[in-house]
């Protein structure tokens, strides 16, 4: 089955504010989530949770020599890129049904197919 | 087969491209599993016809000949290029390969296949824009240049466009299949605002000199029938082909000999196409039956009332506002709102009208939208406050950049600025 990455950009805000009780239902959400992805008749490849933004170290190259340092993700958007799942999915409107299943809080996310090596 | 002189072949080559060529790329497209390869083949076996038509006389299932040829076609391209296209992304078909066939199978599976055609090209992951332009291209057989020059845009964007959007379906993993269950009303619904969106654009060109575009509109209502044929139990399908055709039954008198505009009152009724115009009714009763009427239903029976109307001034005007009030709770838009408010106008008054007119002037989806000011200007005008309908004509002059449109404008500013 075709692979695709499924991209998760929440508002922050909601995490830095967030109790633990509300922590421990997200990460709940996300359990039953793992769990749809097979009754979906599709399969976790991989998948991780990220910290903050304000965390992020960007290294830039800008043309010639080493890169440049930054303190900060490479992009500052306020809906920002806080976790991913790489599954497994027959094609695209597979794909999307169990996108939409995702957790996302008040944001969305964003699915991308993945490049197959054995096509390149 | 029959052998024929060249205006008879020309005429027989442009009938099977305008009645077969969804059907010979939808069948191209289930063997290729690729669209640009697919629309290759099927180009392929329509100069082939252009060929060998005049020679040999025109089949006698021109449709079968031209499928025959672009399977062929594909086949041949297939087996010299599978090295090469082992690299490429393939369209994702959801039914296993060794149950594809190689050759030609009963009309059912073409039907299905056109289907499949349609669904793929207005699938939600393309942008509007892209679903249009493929719907046109792929399913129409509509030439990319014609395509450019209906929606005001250079040849090499167009084909840009097609070719990212063939592109995408073929990444993505978009499914060439017709979408089941729970997913079919709302990729039907998107369907339906492709080919909505294709009549409108011929109908009222956005930009230009030409009001209509007959190319744009014939392809529209063509692909308006085959979804009424093959998918006869949705109400909805039914509802768009009446508005269509109720429509298009006014097209020879909504321009006058000059190319202005002509408004619907003015329109001479006499010229009208009476067959259109039961035809569309009969629709819109196939439509109206069973359930809640969709939006697509109740827009064909308020067009349908208009033309079934002996005169402007024998208009049913308060059945229409009562579908207006019906079709705002189904689809709450505001243009809906503004149709409506000209309903109330007729109904109870241009005061009235004017009032619904203005409740809707704050809302930012109208903005830039020129139908509102033009609207208000009319009713203005008819009330006799002309200083502040020149300023609404004004304002949606500014708004509309549709020759024939200006020109209708322009000609009623001067009115009331006398």
């Known amino acids: 089955m075709p692979q695709y990455t499924i991209l998760i950009y929440e508002d922050e805000a909601n995490w830095v504010n967030a109790t633990p009780e509300q922590f421990r239902a997200v990460m709940e959400a996300h359990d039953a989530f793992t769990a749809q992805i097979a009754e979906q008749g599709g399969s976790i490849v991989a998948g991780a949770g990220l910290q903050p933004t304000a965390t992020a170290t960007t290294l830039r190259t800008n043309g010639a020599g080493s890169p440049v340092v930054t303190d900060g993700p490479f992009v500052e958007t306020k809906e920002a890129l806080g976790g991913f799942y790489v599954i497994e999915a027959r094609d695209l409107d597979h794909a999307l049904t169990i996108a939409r299943l995702c957790p996302a809080g008040t944001g969305g996310v964003e699915v991308r197919p993945t490049i197959d090596p054995s096509q390149m | 087969m029959t052998v024929a002189g060249g205006p008879t072949v020309r005429r027989a080559l442009d009938e099977a491209h305008r009645r077969e060529w969804a059907f010979v790329v939808a069948a191209a497209a289930r063997l290729a599993r690729d669209l640009d390869l697919a629309e290759e083949c099927a180009q392929d076996a329509f100069v082939r016809a ?53 050759v030609l199978e009963e009309a059912t599976v073409f039907r299905d296949d056109r289907l499949r055609l349609v669904f793929t090209c207005c699938h939600p992951a393309l942008a509007r824009e892209a679903q249009v332009a493929l719907t046109l291209r792929l399913v129409c057989g509509l030439a990319t240049p014609d395509i450019a020059a209906a929606f005001l845009v250079s040849e090499s964007t167009m084909a840009a466009r097609l070719t990212r959007a063939k592109h995408k379906i073929a990444a993505a993993g978009i499914p060439y ?4 269950g729970a997913d079919l009303p709302d990729r039907l619904d998107a369907v339906l605002d492709v080919v909505h ?12 000199d030409a009001l209509v575009r007959p190319d744009v509109v014939e392809r529209a209502l063509q692909l308006g029938r085959t ?23 006014r097209r020879a008198t909504r321009v006058a000999a000059d190319g202005s505009l002509v ?15 039961a035809e569309g009714g009969a629709l819109v009763v196939a439509a109206l039956r069973g359930g809640r009427p969709g939006r697509f239903a109740l827009q064909a029976a308020i067009a349908s009332l208009h033309a079934e109307a002996p005169s402007a001034a024998e208009t049913d005007w308060a059945q229409i506002l ?13 243009v809906v709102a503004l149709n409506r408010a000209v309903a109330v106008a007729m109904v109870d008054g241009p005061d009235a009208g004017l009032a619904a007119v203005d409740a809707l002037a704050g809302d930012a989806r109208l903005d830039g939208y020129a ?16 200083a502040e309908a020149a300023e609404a004509y004004r304002a949606a002059l500014r708004l509309t950049a549709n020759g024939a449109e200006q020109a209708f404008l322009a000609g009623r500013l001067a009115g009331v600025e006398r």
């Open chain 2, 50 to 102: 252009a060929e060998t038509w005049p020679r040999h006389g025109v089949p006698a299932n021109p449709g079968a000949w031209l499928t025959t040829v672009a399977t062929r076609r594909v086949l041949d391209l297939l087996r010299r290029e599978r090295v090469l296209r082992g690299k490429l992304p393939l369209l994702v078909d959801p039914r296993p390969a060794e149950s594809d066939p190689p």
């Open chain 2, 177 to 180: 299949r017709v979408p089941t």
């Open chain 2, 197 to 208: 969106l294709l009549f409108t654009a011929g109908h009222a060109a956005p930009r230009g």
């Open chain 2, 227 to 249: 979804l009424r044929a093959l998918l006869p139990d949705e109400r909805e399908v039914a509802g768009l082909l009446a508005l269509m055709v109720v429509t298009d039954a």
């Open chain 2, 263 to 277: 408004l619907l009152e003015d329109q001479d009724r006499r010229r009208w196409d009476r067959a259109g115009i």
């Open chain 2, 322 to 334: 009562h579908l207006y009030d019906l079709l705002l709770r189904v689809w709450p838009s505001p």
């Open chain 2, 371 to 386: 139908y509102l000011p033009a609207t208000r200007a009319d009713l203005l005008r008819r009330l006799g406050r002309h």
